[in-house]
T-cell receptor, first 109, second 115 residues
Framework: KQEVTQIPAALSVPEGENLVLNCSFT??????LQWFRQDPGKGLTSLLL?????REQTSGRLNASLDKSSGRSTLYIAASQPGDSATYLC????????FGEGTQLTVNP | IAGITQAPTSQILAAGRRMTLRCTQD?????MYWYRQDLGLGLRLIHY???????GKGEVPDGYSVSRANTDDFPLTLASAVPSQTSVYFC??????????????FGPGTRLTVL
């Protein structure tokens, strides 16, 4: 059974810092990996999708990497802003998505 | 309509009652999914549908049923609600499930409380 783990569970940083969120998964037989953000009481917003054959995806200040063989992905956020405060979820895809429990990020002004 | 809509937004339900959560997408995506989100357990797949007319079970299907009569709609039914089904329910969709490569898009969620 696929298991997805996200570390750390919570992170608080001052505005402007670069930061890395970690995601690991136990079964490398995945189609893709997707990073989401979720604001309190809201739905999920897709940030980046990495196909299993890809190593990296970038969107603005976000960069996600995937090392399928070792079962790891990282989400790098450059020059963090208070508006980045949210829970970040990592999910791997086979039939549906298997999610980690998320990293709760707080960026302090 | 743009994207995925879910109804109701929230609901309080007595145990033993029947309830259908509605999900509609206008993106003509082949595949649709239902997840539930619970504190400490994250999001878990309940049921999915790769295309109209087909459905499949996810990680936590017991107590739930789905149907997919057409491309746009994917209702989730609780035949006899129990308190452990108190959760936030998210519907999602993605295109071209057969390739397995595609991004999933999520609806705003339904908050269900079973008393």
């Amino acid at each position: 059974k696929q298991e997805v783990t996200q570390i750390p569970a919570a992170l608080s940083v001052p505005e402007g810092e670069n930061l890395v969120l970690n995601c690991s998964f136990t079964d490398s037989a995945i189609y893709n990996l997707q990073w989401f953000r979720q604001d309190p009481g809201k739905g999920l917003t897709s940030l980046l999708l990495i196909q299993s054959s890809q190593r990296e995806q970038t969107s603005g200040r976000l960069n996600a990497s995937l090392d399928k063989s070792s079962g790891r992905s990282t989400l790098y956020i450059a020059a963090s802003q208070p508006g980045d405060s949210a829970t970040y979820l990592c999910a791997v895809r086979l039939l549906g998505l298997t999610f980690g429990e998320g990293t709760q990020l707080t960026v302090n002004p | 309509i743009a994207g995925i809509t879910q109804a109701p937004t929230s609901q309080i339900l007595a145990a033993g009652r029947r309830m259908t959560l509605r999900c509609t997408q206008d993106m003509r995506h082949n595949a649709m999914y239902w997840y539930r989100q619970d504190l400490g357990l994250g999001l878990r797949l309940i049921h999915y549908s790769n295309t109209a007319g087909t459905t499949g079970k996810g990680e936590v299907p017991d107590g739930y049923s789905v149907s997919r009569a057409n491309t746009d709609d994917f209702p989730l039914t609780l035949a006899s609600a129990v308190p452990s089904q108190t959760s936030v329910y998210f519907c999602a969709s993605s295109p071209l499930e057969g390739l397995g490569y595609n991004e999933q898009f999520f609806g705003p969620g339904t908050r269900l409380t079973v008393l």
